[in-house]
C-alpha cells in the first residue's frame, strides 16, 4: 500500500457562509417559486446550518432545507432525482417524502489506504485508528446515522476489493433503483478493478463515476474508492 506522505498539519474545509444564500433565496422567491436545498449530514458538514441560518432573514415556509445524511455519488444522485420529479411538476411535500425515502436507503461503503486522514480530521474515532495502524488491517468504511463508521477490517487489499463487491452486488442486482456509482481520487488501477467486477457480476458496462471532491478526499485521504447505491424500496 502506498505511502501518501501525510502532512503534520492537514487543510480544512468549510461550508459556504450564510451569505451566499441569501441572494439565491431572494431570487427564487422573487419569481415566485420555492426553495429546496438538500446538504450534506450535519455531523459531517455545516452546511445545513449556513442555509437554515440564511433562511432565517425570510420571512417565509417557501424555504426547505433537508439533511440528506449522505454524500458523494447518493447526493449527486439524489439532487438529479429531485430535480428530476420538481420538473415534473411533483409538489415540494411529495418532493421532501421522495428524498427522505431515498436517504433512507443510502447505502456507501469507502476503501481507503489508510485512517490517518480521517483520525487527524476528527472524523474517526482513535480506537479504530490505532487498530488499523498497527495490525495493518485494511478498513471498509461507511456512512451511518450521517457520520463515518468502520464496515468491517480485513486483512488484505484483494480481501477490501471482493467485500465491497460482494456487498455492493447483493444490492444491486434486481434492483432497478440501486442507482450505482463509483468514485476515486488517485486510485485509477483501483477504481478500474471494482468497476470491471462489477461489469462481469452485474451484466452492464458503464456505471456513473466521479473524482472524488477536496471536501472528502481532505478527510478520507487520497487513493479512496467509493461505492454509492441504493437499497430496494421498501413494500
Request: some cysteine; overall charge negative; glycine content about 8%.
Amino acid at each position: 500500500m502506498r505511502n501518501f506522505g501525510l502532512q503534520k498539519n492537514l487543510p480544512g474545509t468549510a461550508a459556504p457562509p450564510p451569505a451566499l444564500y441569501n441572494p439565491i433565496y431572494q431570487r427564487i422567491l422573487d419569481a415566485g417559486d420555492t426553495v429546496l436545498v438538500l446538504t450534506p449530514p450535519v455531523k459531517m458538514s455545516g452546511t445545513f446550518r449556513s442555509a437554515t441560518v440564511a433562511a432565517d432573514d425570510f420571512d417565509t415556509d417557501r424555504i426547505n432545507i433537508v439533511d440528506t445524511q449522505t454524500i458523494a455519488g447518493n447526493l449527486g444522485t439524489i439532487v438529479l432525482k429531485a430535480k428530476e420529479w420538481a420538473d415534473e411538476g411533483m409538489g415540494i411535500e411529495e418532493l421532501i417524502d421522495r428524498v427522505k425515502d431515498m436517504s433512507a436507503r443510502d447505502r456507501k461503503l469507502f476503501l481507503v489506504p489508510t485512517l490517518e486522514y480521517l483520525h487527524k480530521g476528527g472524523r474517526i474515532g482513535g480506537a479504530s485508528k490505532l487498530i488499523g495502524s498497527l495490525l495493518q488491517i485494511v478498513p471498509i468504511l461507511t456512512l451511518r446515522d450521517g457520520g463515518i463508521e468502520v464496515y468491517d477490517k480485513v486483512r488484505t487489499i484483494n480481501q477490501a476489493i471482493n467485500e465491497m463487491v460482494d456487498l455492493t452486488v447483493q444490492i444491486c442486482e434486481n434492483n432497478p433503483e440501486a442507482n450505482l456509482s463509483i468514485g476515486q481520487c488517485d486510485s485509477k488501477e483501483l477504481f478500474e478493478k471494482i468497476t470491471n467486477l462489477f461489469r462481469t457480476r452485474l451484466d452492464q458496462e458503464e456505471f456513473p463515476s466521479f473524482t472524488a471532491p477536496p471536501a472528502i478526499v481532505v478527510h478520507a485521504g487520497p487513493g479512496l474508492v467509493v461505492t454509492s447505491c441504493f437499497a430496494k424500496p421498501r413494500g
